[in-house]
């Protein structure tokens, strides 16, 4: 199974979140969004811990079966149809948030995020463990 993290998920993994820990474990590939690497960067440069956290999101990202989710023409196709989608629906979400969807769609990807409002994403399964 190939899984890409939501922000919050990358924060509660690094607190140790044993649930999504064994969940990631488990998995054949954990995708990570450059959506998300941004929205972890403003975090880090507006908390305490810059440097500390940064270093950790360079190991994280450097193990074996870790990547970046590469969105292509493809994916900004993707994101377009999700906002009339989620438009048309009554059901909008932060942008940032259906760029993340977008990504995991385009890779094949289930995601993994504790944000409700990914589940009124059509086609887009979720995993909050």
């Not at 939501?6 to 690094?14: F, G, I």
């Not at 440069?45 to 810059?50: D, F, Y």
């Not at 196709?77 to 048309?88: I, P």
Request: glycine residues 8%; contains cysteine.
């Amino acid at each position: 199974m190939k899984v890409c993290i939501d922000t919050n998920a990358y924060s509660r993994l690094m607190l140790g979140h044993a649930p999504l820990k064994d969940l990631l474990e488990s998995v054949d590939e954990i995708l990570v969004p450059a959506t998300v690497l941004g929205e972890l960067h403003a975090g880090f440069e507006l908390g305490s811990r810059c440097q500390a956290n940064r270093e950790q999101l360079a190991s994280f990202l450097s193990q074996p079966g870790v990547d970046r989710a590469v969105v292509d023409d493809g994916g900004a196709e993707r994101y377009g149809s999700l906002v009339s989608q989620l438009s048309r629906a009554g059901t909008p979400i932060p942008t940032n948030d259906i760029w993340i969807a977008a990504a995991a769609m385009e890779c094949g990807a289930r995601l993994v995020s504790y944000d409700s409002h990914f589940a009124s994403v059509p086609g887009l399964l979720v995993l909050a463990p």
